[in-house]
């Protein structure tokens, strides 16, 4: 883009310096003035044309570039908005994958946990078997002792059946001894009483037999069903093996299954915290483009800037050279009141400068007239005028007289006159003043205290810590000896003066007044700037037109920045400074309006 603005920059200058016709060049007034027979005159002329050429080039080329550069700025911007949507995608996607290796985390983490679980079934599982397998065991030899038992109770069956019969036997016996007992009378009567009790025991212990066989009986059902009940138990947990046998296999495999899983956990884990990384590396990287979409952006515009200002400063100093001067007559500060025709309305305005081409009309708010417009206005002292306007600038409306009259030409005429007799002393004194710093500069470089370089040293250094921004120079130190001096003395030559000062062809300040060059206060930059302006550079239209002024004055008008938002209407009357047959810059007196 750079290199495409510049190819047209130098073929736009060959065309200049090639295809240059003195007829071509116009006067303020729109008019192409007469050719001269005199060659003197005629390079005059097509040098003038050359570097009206030369304007117009810059200021095509200044346009397109600032063009082309807020192009940048934009597409920087529309970048910068891009990004931003990126960086908010960025942060969700951050966010997610937060969540999910949070997710993770806390799955392997239940795998951890579901292993252990599984752990303890498997352990568990093994403990029944065991228990089931010692179970299997007691019951086995209780079944046994059941069995042995019952074996037991049979054989006392087996007893009790022997002696009921000796019960049955010994009762028999005994009936047959008491029948011979009551066979023998009187003789027999002991032994009838023997048989008796003998038949009585055997009653008993017939008696006895039979309650001991009811019990044995029921002994004997108890420890049939108990080995009934023992063989069932034992048959359960027999059939209780197996299940515990398929869940310790499922156990196993389930432990295998969530190890495995763990695992894989782990490693998702693993992955999870290496894809957070790199989103997060990503949303740095997107940060960082942001940052420099955002400086491209912010430098863009300062480089619009920039080359506005470039622009500016290029007309500004080719109207510095007589010969690029486009007016056909000068301007003066010259405040009149006027009653502007805007729309049916009569609008109070006051001129900021006027000459015989036109006039500036004060900004006013209020009034934004279209570039092109036809008004009618009424002048103090001149009377009513006829004007198009021109321009619209910071500074207000530029506007051109359209067939003025004899009259109100007469009439202006005689303001510029006045203006002139009124402003003939302020010019002198800066033409004195400008004399007396020369004195000044050529004193110092005669004793050796100051030397050409350094007194055309243009390498200004930033003082460290200054807001607004100060420099010094080579040559400032012997400045700042003898200026105050001077400024002070003619300081006291007017009460409306405001500032008596001297500028380089930069228009860089070395030493203001004593009251706007107090040390700077640290963080309180609006105080700086209307107390702290020496040191510095003031590169503004009006500043460049003194510093750069081959002319023999000028009188100015603007609007100075004192800070604060405060912006005060100046007058200025300028001469140049000349060091033997160099132009090193201009002095400046200011006035209040």
């Not at 570039?371 to 001149?382: D, K, L, N, P, T």
């Amino acid at each position: 883009m750079m290199r495409s603005v510049a190819s047209r920059f130098f073929k736009s200058q060959a065309a200049t310096t090639t295809t240059f016709e003195p007829s071509l060049v116009a006067t303020a007034d729109g008019t192409a003035p007469a050719v001269s027979a005199d060659p003197a005159l005629a390079k005059d002329a097509s040098v003038t044309a050359a570097l009206d050429l030369f304007e117009q080039d810059v200021s095509r080329i200044v346009k397109d570039l600032s063009r082309d550069i807020l192009l940048a700025r934009d597409e920087s911007r529309q970048a910068c908005a891009s990004l931003e949507e990126v960086r908010g995608s960025m942060e969700v996607l951050v966010q997610s994958a937060h969540q999910v290796d949070e997710e993770v985390t806390g799955i392997a983490h239940s795998s951890d946990t579901l292993a252990v679980a599984a752990r303890e079934i498997s352990q568990t599982v093994i403990a029944v078997q065991e228990r089931a397998n010692t179970t299997l065991a007691s019951a086995d030899a209780s079944t046994r002792e059941i069995e042995g038992l019952g074996a037991a109770v049979s054989e006392i069956g087996q007893l009790l059946n022997a002696i009921s019969e000796i019960a049955t036997r010994t009762n028999l016996l005994a009936l047959n001894a008491t029948i011979e007992a009551a066979r023998a009378g009187e003789a027999g009567k002991g032994f009838a009483v023997v048989a008796g009790e003998v038949k009585a025991l055997s009653v008993a212990a017939s008696s006895s037999v039979s309650a001991i066989r009811a019990q044995m009986d029921k002994l004997q059902v108890a420890s049939t069903n108990s080995i009934a009940n023992m063989h069932r138990i034992r048959a359960e947990i027999g059939g209780l093996t197996p299940v515990c046998d398929t869940i310790a296999s499922a156990a196993q495999e389930q432990r295998a299954t969530i190890q495995d899983l763990a695992t894989r956990m782990q490693s998702a884990q693993g992955a999870m915290s290496e894809v957070a990384a790199s989103v997060r590396s990503v949303e740095s990287m997107t940060d960082q483009a942001l940052i420099k979409s955002k400086e491209a952006g912010d430098r863009s515009e300062v480089s619009a800037s920039g080359a506005g200002e470039l622009g500016r400063r290029v007309v500004t100093i080719l109207r510095t050279m007589p010969a690029a001067d486009r007016r056909a007559a000068p301007r003066y500060p010259i405040d009149l009141p006027l009653r502007l025709s805007v729309a049916g309305q009569k609008l109070a305005c006051h001129t900021f400068d006027i000459g015989e081409g036109g006039i500036l009309i004060k900004a006013q708010p209020d009034l934004v007239p279209h570039i092109g417009g036809m008004h009618e206005a009424e002048i103090s002292r001149i009377g009513a005028v006829r004007l198009r306007v021109v321009n619209v600038s910071p500074l207000g409306i530029h506007c051109a007289f359209e067939g003025l009259s004899s009259e109100a030409r007469a009439a202006l005429a005689d303001v510029v006159t006045q203006f002139h007799i009124e402003h003939r002393p302020l010019i002198e004194r800066a033409q004195a003043f400008a004399s007396d710093v020369t004195r000044a500069l050529e004193a110092e470089l005669s004793a050796g205290r100051l030397t050409l370089s350094k007194l055309f040293d243009t390498s200004y250094q930033v003082i460290p810590e200054t807001d607004p921004v100060q420099m010094t120079t080579a040559s400032l130190d012997r400045f700042e000896v003898f200026m105050p001096t001077l400024i002070e003395r003619y300081m006291a030559m007017d009460p409306r003066m405001v500032f008596a000062i001297a500028v380089d062809r930069n228009a860089y300040i070395p030493v203001h007044t004593k009251a706007a060059s107090q040390p700077q206060r640290k963080g309180d930059r609006e105080w700086n700037m209307g107390h702290s302006r020496n040191r510095r550079i003031f590169d503004d239209r009006a500043g460049l037109l003194a510093g750069r002024l081959m002319q023999p004055y000028l009188v100015q008008s603007y609007y100075r920045d004192m800070g604060n938002g405060n912006r005060t209407a100046m007058k200025e009357v300028d001469a140049p400074l000349l060091i033997g047959a160099r132009h090193w810059g201009g002095v400046r007196m200011g006035y209040k309006i």
